[in-house]
């Protein structure tokens, strides 16, 4: 099984950025072969896809963080990362690396297509 370690978040204010990061260990061959990605959670409310990426190189991200948020991974180090910049209040949330046994193309990532989790580290957008 794989382990995921999440690091980089904190308190920002709006407009400032931050950048998640998710370190996969241990049997990492769905982190390296299929869609990997970012999922985040206000208290109360379900988990909601973020930005994905796979190793066929296709990228996805929700239309509310299009154009602000940048995903990435480095495949020789097994780390994931995740640029947030023109952060918003409403981006306040804690943010989940997850795991997939699919590829990003297709349907809409959802937290049923999860295999494992991360932790959560938490982002806090506020002045």
């Known amino acids: 099984q794989v382990q995921l370690l999440e690091s980089g978040g904190g308190s920002v204010q709006p407009g400032g950025s931050l950048r998640l990061s998710c370190a996969a260990s241990?049997?990492?061959?769905?982190?390296?072969?299929?869609?990997v990605g970012w999922f985040r959670q206000v208290a109360e409310k379900g988990r909601e896809g973020v930005a994905f990426?796979?190793?066929?190189?296709?990228?996805r991200y929700s239309d509310f963080v299009k154009d602000r948020f940048n995903i990435s991974r480095d495949s020789l180090k097994n780390i994931l990362s995740l640029h947030m910049e023109n952060l918003k209040p409403d981006d306040t949330a804690t943010y989940y690396c997850?795991?997939?046994?699919?590829?990003?193309?297709?349907?809409?990532?959802?937290?049923?297509?999860?295999?494992?989790w991360g932790q959560g580290t938490q982002v806090t957008v506020s002045s």
């Open positions: 997850a795991t997939t046994r699919r590829h990003c193309h297709g349907s809409p990532l959802e937290d049923w297509d999860v295999i494992n």
């Open positions: 241990g049997n990492v061959y769905d982190f390296v072969t299929y869609c």
């Open positions: 990426i796979d190793n066929l190189g296709t990228q």
